[in-house]
C-alpha cells in the first residue's frame, strides 16, 4: 500500500512496515491520509472494503467523494477540515457513499497532523461503518414513537405514568376523557387527587404503591373522583417499573371506567333475584289453586236449582280462569328472563293460531257485548315457531284488547304480509278504547307496567300479558310495534311481525317417484337457497327447502332426501348439530353437504367429523357440486 506514515513519522518500538502492516490488517476501520487540501494519499484495506474503491480509483482524488450531494451543498466536508485545523480534531457521523453509490452511516474521526515546523502536513481520517447500528436505533425510536403514539390515542382506558413518589409524569387522551383534567392541569400532580378524600385520608393511594412495588403489579376497583367532583366506578392496575439496570424508574398506572358495566350487573343481579322470586311465587300459588279448582269440579256435579249458588260458582270458575293465567303468566316471565323457555320449531299456519288464540277470550268479549272482526281469508302466511307459544301472543293481544275497550267496543284482528317487506308475516290486533299516552309508549312492554292505570288497576292484570308477547314474539326472530295517538276512542294498535316461511309440502304425503334424485337444501338465506334450488332442478334433482336447523331433522324424517346441502351457520342449531343429531336419530342417514362460508382447514376438519361427505364453500362452484353428487349417487347405484 501507499505510504500511509509520511515521511519523518515514527512509531517508538515499532518499524515502519511493522506500523504500515498493523493499518492495513485493520478491515473494521477504514484509516485514510489526507493532504492539508483533503486529497487521499494512503489508505488501508479496511477504507477499500467499505468504499468500494481501488487504489487507482481514489488515490490523489480530494475526500470529498465520499459526501453525498446534500453534504457537498452545504460545504461540509471543507468546514471538517477547518474546524480539525482550528480544534485538531473533529468528530462527526452522517452520511457517506460508496463507490456503487449505496449509502453507509459512518463515525468519522480527523485529527491534525503537524509538519516539522509547525503547520499542517496533512489529516488522518478513521472512518467506521456504523449502518446497522443506526438501523436498530431508527427501529427502536420508530418503535417507541408508534408505542407513545398509541398509549396517546387510546380513548377508554387512562394510561399515565407516575414517578416514585406518586407524581404524574404523563397523561393520555384517555385519562384527558375518563378524568376530566387536561395534561397540563395534572403532570406534576399527586395521584392521590383522584381518591375519594375518606379514601385518601386512609393512605390507600401510598398502599397501592407500595403493593405494587412488593409484588411488582397490583390491581383494584373502587370510586375515583374525576375534575368536577362526580364519581366513577374504577378498574385500576398499577405496574412497577424498572430500568435496564433494575433502578425503579416509577409506576404505570392504567384505569378504566367501570361505572356502566358495575349498573348493569347490579340489573342483572337484580333481574335473577326478581325471576328466582316469580317462579317461587308462581309454584306457591298453584298449590291453593288445585283444591279450588277441584272443589269447583265437585260444586258443578252438585244437582241444585240454587240460583245463589250457581252464580257463585260461575264467579269462582270465572276468578280462577284468571288466577291461573296470571300465574301462567309469572311462570313464563321467569322462565324467559332465566332461558330456560324450550320453543319447537316447526311449520305453524297462522290463520288457524289467530282463530285458537281469541277462542279462550271470546267469552270476556261477549260478556261485554265487543264486536270481533277476525279479517283472516286473505293472505296465508306460515312461520317456523312454537304453536302453543303463538296462540299466547295472539292470546295476550286479544285479551289485552278486550280488557280495555269499552262496553260495545270493536276489536279488529288482521292477518297478512307487511307491505314494506313480503319475507315478513304480519298480525295486527286493534281496538277503540281509551289508548295508551304518548308518554308511555315506551314503556308499555316493559314487567308490572299499565300506564296511568298503573295505580288504579282499575282493568285488573300485572301487567305481564305485552312484556311476554314482546319477549316470545323476539325468540321467534320477529319484533312487536304499538300505535297509538292515546285519544280516547281512538284505541290503540299492536303489529306483530314475524319472519315468514315457505308454504310447506307434506313431504310424505306422497310415494318417492322411483329414479327421483331428492335434495334437500338448508340455509337461512332464502335467496341463496332458492337460486341453488332452481338451479339443481335446471340439472334433474327435485329440491325442497328450509330454513332453519331443527326444521331440517324434521324434513329429513319426513321425506327421507338422498342429499342434504346443509348451510352451516344457521339460527337455532348449527349444522354441525343437525349433522350429530341426524346421524344419532336415524339408522341410514342421508349423504350430507356443507355449504358454508368458512373454508379454513379447521372449518374442513370440524365438518369431516359431524360426519359431512363434503365441504364446499360459498359462493359454490357447481361443477364440484354436482361432481359430489354424481360420486353420492353413483355409491347408491
Not at 105 to 124: D, E, K, L, M, Q
Not at 270 to 285: C, P
Not at 584 to 602: E, K
Amino acid at each position: 500500500m501507499t505510504d500511509i506514515v509520511p515521511a519523518g513519522l515514527t512509531v517508538s518500538g515499532m518499524t515502519d512496515a511493522d506500523y504500515r502492516l498493523m493499518v492495513d490488517s485493520l478491515v473494521d476501520y477504514a484509516i485514510i491520509f489526507l493532504d492539508p487540501h483533503g486529497h487521499v494519499v494512503s489508505w488501508n484495506a479496511g477504507a477499500r472494503l467499505l468504499s468500494g474503491y481501488d487504489d487507482a480509483d481514489i488515490l490523489g482524488r480530494h475526500f470529498s467523494i465520499f459526501y453525498p450531494q446534500e453534504a457537498l451543498s452545504r460545504g461540509w466536508p471543507e468546514h471538517e477540515l477547518a474546524q480539525t485545523i482550528k480544534l485538531g480534531r473533529f468528530e462527526d457521523e452522517g452520511w457517506r457513499l460508496r463507490k456503487d453509490g449505496t449509502r453507509f452511516w459512518a463515525n468519522i474521526v480527523i485529527t491534525r497532523v503537524p509538519g516539522p515546523s509547525g503547520g499542517t502536513r496533512g489529516f488522518s481520517k478513521i472512518i467506521r461503518d456504523l449502518s446497522d447500528r443506526r438501523k436498530q436505533e431508527e427501529a427502536m425510536r420508530a418503535s417507541e414513537e408508534r408505542f407513545r403514539l398509541l398509549v396517546e390515542g387510546v380513548k377508554d382506558y387512562a394510561i399515565f405514568m407516575l414517578d416514585p413518589g406518586g407524581h404524574i409524569v404523563s397523561w393520555n387522551l384517555g385519562a384527558e376523557k375518563n378524568k376530566g383534567y387536561k395534561a397540563h392541569e395534572i403532570i406534576g400532580q399527586h395521584f392521590s387527587t383522584f381518591y375519594p378524600p375518606d379514601v385518601a385520608a386512609r393512605g390507600w393511594p401510598a398502599e397501592e404503591l407500595a403493593n405494587a412495588l412488593r409484588d411488582g403489579r397490583f390491581e383494584d376497583e373502587g370510586w375515583r373522583v374525576r375534575k368536577d367532583g362526580t364519581r366513577f366506578w374504577a378498574s385500576v392496575v398499577i405496574t412497577a417499573i424498572y430500568d435496564a439496570a433494575g433502578q425503579h424508574k416509577g409506576f404505570a398506572k392504567v384505569t378504566r371506567d367501570l361505572t356502566e358495566r358495575r349498573r348493569i350487573t347490579a340489573l342483572e343481579d337484580e333481574g335473577r333475584r326478581m325471576t328466582t322470586f316469580l317462579a317461587m311465587l308462581g309454584h306457591e300459588l298453584r298449590n291453593p289453586l288445585a283444591p279450588i279448582s277441584n272443589a269447583l269440579e265437585l260444586l258443578k256435579r252438585e244437582k241444585t236449582e240454587s240460583r245463589i249458588l250457581n252464580k257463585t260458582r260461575d264467579i269462582i270458575e270465572r276468578q280462577l280462569r284468571q288466577m291461573t293465567r296470571l300465574i301462567d303468566d309469572l311462570l313464563d316471565v321467569g322462565r324467559i328472563t332465566s332461558g330456560r323457555i324450550h320453543l319447537e320449531a316447526k311449520p305453524v299456519r297462522l290463520r288457524e293460531i289467530i282463530v285458537d288464540g281469541v277462542e279462550a277470550i271470546r267469552p270476556g268479549i261477549a260478556l261485554k257485548s265487543q264486536a270481533l272482526d277476525l279479517q283472516i281469508e286473505g293472505a296465508d302466511p306460515w312461520v317456523t315457531g312454537d304453536q302453543a307459544r303463538l296462540i299466547q301472543i295472539v292470546g295476550n293481544l286479544a285479551h289485552n284488547a278486550c280488557k280495555f275497550t269499552p262496553n260495545g267496543g270493536h276489536i279488529v284482528i288482521r292477518l297478512g304480509f307487511n307491505p314494506a317487506n313480503a319475507a315478513e308475516a304480519e298480525i295486527t290486533v286493534r281496538d277503540d278504547g281509551p289508548g295508551i299516552p304518548r308518554k308511555d309508549l315506551e314503556r308499555v312492554f316493559e314487567l308490572f307496567v299499565q300506564g296511568e292505570r298503573e295505580l288504579a288497576r282499575t282493568q285488573g292484570g300485572l301487567g305481564l300479558g305485552l312484556s311476554l308477547v314482546q319477549q316470545l314474539t323476539n325468540l321467534h326472530g320477529g319484533y312487536i310495534s304499538v300505535f297509538s295517538t292515546g285519544r280516547a276512542g281512538e284505541g290503540s294498535e299492536f303489529i306483530v311481525r314475524l319472519p315468514a316461511a315457505p308454504t310447506p309440502n307434506v313431504l310424505g304425503d306422497t310415494e318417492r317417484v322411483e329414479g327421483e334424485k331428492l335434495v334437500l337444501i338448508v340455509d337461512d338465506n332464502r335467496d341463496a337457497a332458492e337460486t341453488l334450488g332452481l338451479l339443481l332442478e335446471t340439472l334433474g334433482y327435485v329440491c325442497r327447502i328450509e330454513h332453519d336447523g331443527l326444521a331440517a331433522i324434521e324434513a329429513v324424517k319426513a321425506s327421507r332426501p338422498d342429499v342434504v346441502l346443509l348451510d352451516i351457520g344457521l339460527p337455532g342449531i348449527d349444522g354441525h348439530e343437525v349433522a350429530r343429531r341426524l346421524r344419532a336419530d336415524l339408522i341410514d342417514p342421508p349423504a350430507l353437504i356443507a355449504i358454508t362460508g368458512y373454508g379454513q382447514p379447521s372449518d374442513r376438519d370440524t365438518s369431516f367429523e359431524a360426519g359431512f361427505v363434503a365441504h364446499l364453500t360459498k359462493p359454490v362452484d357447481i361443477e364440484r357440486l354436482t361432481a359430489a353428487l354424481d360420486q353420492i349417487y353413483a355409491r347408491k347405484a
